[in-house]
């Protein structure tokens, strides 16, 4: 059985593509079939983080409008041959696509792969309807900042109104000195106020720049971030795992490795 | 209270929750600071034929309250009204 998971926020630039790219290919490394489709049509992004940008031929609306088969369009991953981008188009708007042929798509996708990630865009309007149109459940990605909240807990609505089955959260770019001085919200502030399941915590780590700069998802590294992806998309097929503590300093053997980036 | 306490500022992470707290309950409600506006004088009209009301220091707002029946807390409308006089004001 697959599932169709939606990454989601609600406010732009908080993490949905960080979060699909490593999501995605930490469930590859747990051996999982799984399709990443980039849904931003028009402002594609998904593609540059993993990496993939120069592979590009056919697009989301080619597929949609019949101008290739589904699999010429499906990009496989430099490291896993298990993964799959589907890109969204550059140069087209957000209304070439309708929730219904979106459906269509992810139904076809279905019987190929154990996984089927939507990244969505940013707001509430129809890319973001096409993105929840076909979803069993979804990830709602924010911040610890007021405005991230906010909109995590609209978006949190439209998905229990749109009958999206689960609903977990990652808090995402976690300042633990701020959190500590108590300057910024902690984990649990955040999830007591939008009262869903938490599904991982993710620190504001220096490598996850790095690592996009690359184009390599920073997934399954020793870099803080990198392990809490790992434990977020191990919670994501059914396994139970501690949270890691975040205000835990990193040895200097780990400091090291992430510094020469491979592991 | 202590000397100490003087000097204690909230911190900025407490704001933060405090402020989200309140905002998304109005959120949820659906009501907006217009909608809020309009009650508040309908308010004001309704109890000023029965008594002289404070109505620079009435305040209202949504807030969340415990539930009797389902396990949770419901939204609930809160008004401080202070009464500046009980006698009827003759029509």
């Known amino acids: 059985m697959s599932e169709v998971i939606v990454i989601t926020s609600g406010k732009g630039g908080v993490g949905k593509t960080t979060t699909t790219a490593n999501v995605g290919t930490g469930l590859a490394q747990l051996n999982k079939k799984v399709v990443m489709i980039d849904t931003d049509i028009g402002l594609r992004n998904l593609d540059v983080v993993m990496g993939l940008e120069n592979r590009i031929v056919y697009n989301l609306v080619d597929v949609i409008e019949g101008k290739c088969r589904l ?96 609903i977990d959260l990652i808090v995402n770019r976690l300042r633990m000195d701020m959190v500590k001085r108590g300057d910024m919200m902690n984990v649990d502030d955040v999830t007591e106020i939008l009262a869903v399941n938490l599904i991982g915590a993710v620190p504001d780590d220096e490598q996850i720049v790095v690592s996009t700069n690359q184009g390599e998802p920073l997934v399954g590294s020793s870099a803080l971030a990198g392990q809490a992806y790992a434990n977020i998309s191990r919670r994501i097929i059914g396994e139970e795992v501690p949270f890691l503590d975040l205000e835990a300093k990193q040895g200097v053997f780990s400091k090291l490795k992430g510094l020469f980036g491979k592991n | 209270m202590g000397l100490m306490d003087l000097f204690k500022k909230k911190s900025s992470g407490d704001v933060a929750k405090d402020r989200l707290k309140l905002l998304l309950v109005s959120d949820r409600a659906n009501c907006s600071p217009e909608v809020m506006e309009m009650i508040k004088n309908d308010i004001i009209a ?46």
Request: hydrophobic content about 35%.
């Open chain 2, 46 to 91: 309704v109890i000023s034929k029965y008594m002289d009301i404070d109505t620079e220091a009435l305040n209202i707002q949504i807030t969340q309250t415990e539930s009797e029946s389902n396990n949770g807390t419901v939204p609930a409308l809160y008004a401080n009204i202070p009464i500046k006089d009980m006698k009827h004001k003759p029509n």
């Open chain 1, 71 to 166: 699999k010429q369009a499906l990009i496989k991953d430099k490291k896993y041959p298990e993964l799959c981008l589907l890109p969204s188009a550059q140069t087209r708007d957000k209304d070439a696509v309708t929730p219904e042929q979106m459906k269509e798509l992810i139904e076809e996708l279905r019987g190929e792969f154990d996984y089927i990630l939507l990244d969505c865009p940013a707001g509430i309007e129809q890319g973001f309807k096409n993105a929840i149109a076909g979803a069993d459940r979804a990830l709602v990605v924010t911040t610890p900042e007021v405005s991230a909240v906010r909109d995590a807990d609209r978006i949190i609505g439209l998905l229990e109104a749109n009958e999206i089955g689960r």
